[in-house]
């Protein structure tokens, strides 16, 4: 979807809107938002959000110009091209004459007249109120949810399994940037669908996505060898929407795994994967298709003798 050349309106549609390239791009900067955000939020390209911000496309479809507002969080009037102000006429002078004192002054309007005026006032700005109301409730509810799975243990140096679940409201399809962060000592590996970016300082890992009814974003988690961790890792994420300045909300669901020398499918710790433990497997992480969960250890383990932890190489070793 671009806007190469300002479209022709055809009678009884809007006219185009003349949009400000430079402070469209000066909005999005210091906002600290990426063309790609915007771009999704839109449903255009980046190369035409570069077109809308070096002016080579200043007159766009009023729907996209909306959009483009909401995603920099601005009213939309805050994003157009401004008209010169008209020339200012040279005034007149003339002298006003004199009323003759001697005129009475006009009379006051009838008392009906007065009350019918302020009970318009009155109206006028109680359904003001009323609009404005409702257009911050609807700006600031955040109709989407976010949960979170994790295995409750793992040991140090095999992965497992994160999954984040989106679920946005019955009907809507939004676009989302979901963040992760996790504490030094444990790294974020291969991701389903793979992250959009990664920032090895702040150790947070991000998507962007539209959702249009319920999606599982997966990736692999594990603890390094030789590093301090407590016992029960925490993990933290946020879901971030477009429209509103700071509409953000938690990721819920479980947000810790605990250190141990246990398989983080072996729920109870009996060195053993027995059937309901193997099927809260497939159930809870089976959206995790295409992440290197080592099936084969668990299938292993759940049909042979169990498994036992080798302490001096720091790995599981299967019992047939």
Known sequence: MTDELPPIPLPGTPPAARIDGEKIRRLREGKGLTQLYVATVVGVTTDTISRWENRRSPSIKPEN????????????????????????????????????????????????????????????MTIAAIAISWWFSTRQAMPVTAVRALPPHAPIGLPFPVTITVTPSPGKSIPLIISETVIPGCSAMEAVPPFNAANTETRTVRWIAKAEGPTTFSYLAMFKPDTPLPPLVPFRGRITLPGAKGATTPIGGANGVGVAPYHWADRNRDFKIDDEEILTVYDTFGAATGLNLEASMIEDIWSGHGYRWDAARRQLVVIP
């Open 65 to 124: 110009a909306k959009k483009l507002a909401e995603a920099l969080d601005v009213p939309m009037a805050e994003i157009l091209e401004q008209a010169p102000p008209p020339t200012a006429e040279p005034e007149e002078t003339a002298e006003t004459p004199e009323a003759p004192s001697a005129l009475p002054p006009p009379p006051a309007p009838p008392r009906s007249r007065r009350l019918g005026i302020g009970l318009a006032l009155f109206l006028t």
